[in-house]
């Protein structure tokens, strides 16, 4: 039931995730390269329509594998050849050990209902010193309780973290890394996976 809210609201997601611009991509992917060979994959984890993923993924020379638990979300992903999509929930992803180069979380991980499963989950599908990429709203006074209470009204565990709170979280689960500032209501963290 918590995610049911993103089966209605899939068509307003594909159309609000035009916002991306060529220069997001670039950010994104400047922040995965390290991380991502040519020709390596990355998960775009609760990715949605996947506009983020299927952006970054040609200027790494990669692929993406959009990974959401709403079909109808997945139905909206655009079919390039370097994107496939996968029906799944962040704390149980049907991957093999080390499987990615990198896992992508952009504006999800608030919403995941158990974040300590599925950052295990991460540290396992992710290879030793692959990366973790994570664009997250803020924690504080700039994410009003307005917006936490309509989050928890619609099913939703709205997880915000402050950065240091979740560079510590991260940290406890193996992916070691900081936060930048985006903008004054949000931050980028970029974490590398040590065993």
Same mark, same amino acid.
């Not at 029906?87 to 050990?97: C, D, G, N, R």
């Not at 209470?149 to 991260?170: I, K, N, R």
């Given at each position: ?42 998960? *775009? ?34 079919? @390039? ?6 029906? %799944?929930?962040? $704390? ?8 990615? *180069?990198? &896992? =992508? ?6 919403? @995941? ?7 295990? $989950? ?15 709203? $803020? ?7 307005? &917006? ?7 099913? $939703? ?10 560079? %510590? ?15 004054? %209501?949000?931050? =980028? @963290?970029?974490?590398? &996976?040590?065993?």
């Amino acid at each position: 039931m918590a995610m049911s809210i993103f089966a209605w609201l899939a068509p307003l997601f594909k159309a609000a995730s035009r916002r991306w611009s060529e220069d997001d991509f670039r950010l994104i992917a400047d922040h995965l390269k390290p991380f991502v060979p040519s020709g390596g994959l990355f998960a *775009d984890l609760g990715g949605g329509t996947g506009d983020l993923g299927a952006g970054v993924a040609p200027l790494l020379d990669a692929r993406v594998i959009v990974i959401d638990p709403t079909p109808q979300m997945l139905r909206r992903v655009d079919p @390039f050849p370097w994107v496939s999509t996968r029906l %799944a929930h962040a $704390e149980a992803l049907p991957f093999p050990p080390a499987y990615f *180069d990198a &896992v =992508l979380c952009s504006d999800s991980f608030h919403h @995941f209902l158990d974040q300590h499963a599925a950052l295990d $989950e991460i540290h396992r599908v992710v290879r030793p010193g692959g990366g973790f990429v994570m664009l997250e709203p $803020e924690a504080g006074p700039r994410v009003s309780r307005l &917006v936490m209470s309509l989050e928890h009204l619609l099913g $939703e565990p709205a997880g915000f973290l402050t950065p240091a709170g979740s560079e %510590a979280l991260l940290a406890a689960h193996g992916i070691v890394g900081v936060s930048h500032r985006q903008t004054k %209501a949000s931050y =980028l @963290f970029v974490g590398t &996976v040590r065993r």
